[in-house]
């Protein structure tokens, strides 16, 4: 009875039912699935097929969910593991690279469907809020890791220092500050505030 009616937005005693001949089968109902009834159209496979391949979906989305922490963390876990460069060799390398890729991916997704218009508001506010507590989280770490590092090895903090005020400190400050850490920031700022303001105008205009 749910493939045949319910499913298709037609609950019981809707008049839609009377435009096919339906043959119950007398036997117990089948769960919230209702009764087994002979099929009176075709609609009803259609529904079954969405169902198996929403299930499909699920467990391949779960799947490419583990690959992509595993690649995320795949680069950080060859590096702290090379122990010629003290700068590198640390078990927080790994986890800082997850961090790193999950706040590019978020503001990335926030970004695309804010250009193509594709989304909700109320769904880039909350993957907003999402990014926001990302980069924090990802600052939190980087200034630590910074930290263990300067009170560690001169070989450690003199890598730090060709980091932060050295040869390389161009691509520290823009690459990873600025257009990894206060670029998702201001974008999921900007994306927060958009949605509290149009939640204020209903009140403002009353």
Known sequence: DYY????????????????????????????????????????????????????????????????????????????????????????MIPVIFLISALTTGTAAVILIAALAKKAQPEGLAKLSKVLMVLVGIEASFLAFYVLVLFGSSAEAVAGIRILTVGALSIWFWLGLVILGLLLPLVLGTIYVSRKSESATIPILTS
Request: glycine share 6%; proline share 5%; hydrophobic share 45%.
């Open 4 to 91: 045949a009616f319910e499913s298709l937005n037609m609950p019981a005693e809707h008049a839609a039912r009377d435009e096919w001949e339906t043959f119950f089968f007398d036997k117990e109902p089948i769960g919230p699935k209702g009764q087994r009834v002979l099929t009176p159209h075709t609609s009803s496979g259609q529904v079954r097929e969405m169902e198996r391949k929403e299930t499909l979906r699920k467990k391949f989305g779960l799947a490419a969910l583990v690959f992509a922490v595993l690649i995320a963390i795949y680069h950080g876990m060859l590096l702290s593991v090379v122990q010629a460069r003290a700068i590198w060799n640390s078990a």
